[in-house]
């Protein structure tokens, strides 16, 4: 599923790769942001996809459809401080996996 061109990558892409590696993991697991870059354009490209990406998981946690943590914490996908993680909301009085 490689696009040679970053800008052909659409948000609506995107926020389907998430869901899509989301799904393919256990319950309670993440993804680094970089996998759905990687599954998006080529091996040299994938770089230039990621201020995108963490626009469309910031979009996608506003909305509480994603969560996005560091550390194990919540934070806001543009915040500073190291890489984040990706996960699907926790249910309503499930504690959250620690593996993202």
Known sequence: MDELDTGRVTDARIEARIFALLADREPGASICPSEVARALTTPTRWRAL??????VAGQL???????????GLEVDAHSLGGPIRL?????RGAAPS???
């Open 98 to 100: 620690r593996r993202g």
């Open 50 to 55: 990621m201020p995108r990406i963490r626009g």
């Open 61 to 71: 946690a506003a909305v509480q459809r994603l969560r996005v943590t560091r550390k």
């Open 87 to 91: 996960a699907l909301p926790t249910p």
